[in-house]
T-cell receptor, first 111, second 112 residues
C-alpha cells in the first residue's frame, strides 16, 4: 500500500512566522502536487514538482521535491491570515495514474 | 473558460438509498477521476474514466460505479448507501497530454 505521511497535521501560528510542512513516503513518485483547500471547496492546485531535487517558488511559498522523489516539503515565509487552509500533498506513481493524497495539514494563521 | 463543475452541491439521503453525482470536466480535458474525502482527511481515489471506460479503481466496493459520456462528462453512482458513505465527493479532470488534475467544488453527501 502506497502511503504519504504528512506532518504536522495541525499548525497554529502568528502572522509573520515561518513554517514548513513535510510529506514523506517509502514509494517513489513520478510527480508530486501540492494543493490548498478551503472549507466546503475543492482542492486548488498550487504546484507540481517532477524532477528529484527540484525547487519551485510561488511568492512566499517554496516547494521542494526530494532527490529520490520520495518526499517533499512546503515552506511558507512570513505567513499571513490569507494562508489559512488545508494543505494537501499528492503523489502520482505513473503519468496517468491516480493521485495518492496525504492526510493534510490544517494551517491557521492568527493576525 | 469554465472549470470543473459538479452537481448537486449538497445531498441528503437515507441508508439503503441510491445516489447519482454528476461532473463536467474543464474544457479540453478528457479524463475524469472521482475521490471521496471524509471530514479532516485527504481525498481517497475511487476510480478514473477515460474514453468512456473505467481505467483505474481504488479500494472501493462494487456499490460504487461510474460512467463517462462521449462529451467527457461523468457520473458517480452509489447503491445501498451506508452511514459511512457520508463525505465530500470530488471530481477531478485532466488531459492525457498534461496530467495535472483540477478539482471541482465537490458534492457534500450526508447519509442519515
Amino acid at each position: 500500500t502506497q502511503l504519504l505521511e504528512q506532518s504536522p497535521q495541525f499548525l497554529s501560528i502568528q502572522e509573520g512566522e515561518n513554517l514548513t510542512v513535510y510529506c514523506n513516503s517509502s514509494s517513489v513518485f513520478s510527480s508530486l502536487q501540492w494543493y490548498r483547500q478551503e472549507p466546503g471547496e475543492g482542492p486548488v492546485l498550487l504546484v507540481t514538482v517532477v524532477t528529484g531535487g527540484e525547487v519551485k517558488k510561488l511568492k512566499r511559498l517554496t516547494f521542494q521535491f526530494g532527490d529520490a522523489r520520495k518526499d517533499s516539503s512546503l515552506h511558507i515565509t512570513a505567513a499571513q491570515p490569507g494562508d489559512t487552509g488545508l494543505y494537501l500533498c499528492a503523489g502520482r506513481t505513473s503519468n496517468t495514474g491516480k493521485l495518492i493524497f496525504g492526510q493534510g495539514t490544517t494551517l491557521q494563521v492568527k493576525p | 473558460d469554465a472549470g470543473v463543475t459538479q452537481s448537486p452541491t449538497h445531498l441528503i439521503k437515507t441508508r439503503g438509498q441510491q445516489v447519482t453525482l454528476r461532473c463536467s470536466p474543464k474544457s479540453g480535458h478528457d479524463t475524469v477521476s472521482w475521490y471521496q474525502q471524509a471530514l479532516g482527511q485527504g481525498p481517497q481515489f475511487i476510480f478514473q474514466y477515460y474514453e468512456e471506460e473505467e481505467r483505474q479503481r481504488g479500494n472501493f466496493p462494487d456499490r460504487f460505479s461510474g460512467h463517462q459520456y462521449p462529451n467527457y462528462s461523468s457520473e458517480l453512482n452509489v447503491n445501498a448507501l451506508l452511514l459511512g458513505d457520508s463525505a465530500l465527493y470530488l471530481c477531478a479532470s485532466s488531459s492525457r497530454v498534461h496530467n495535472e488534475q483540477f478539482f471541482g467544488p465537490g458534492t457534500r453527501l450526508t447519509v442519515l
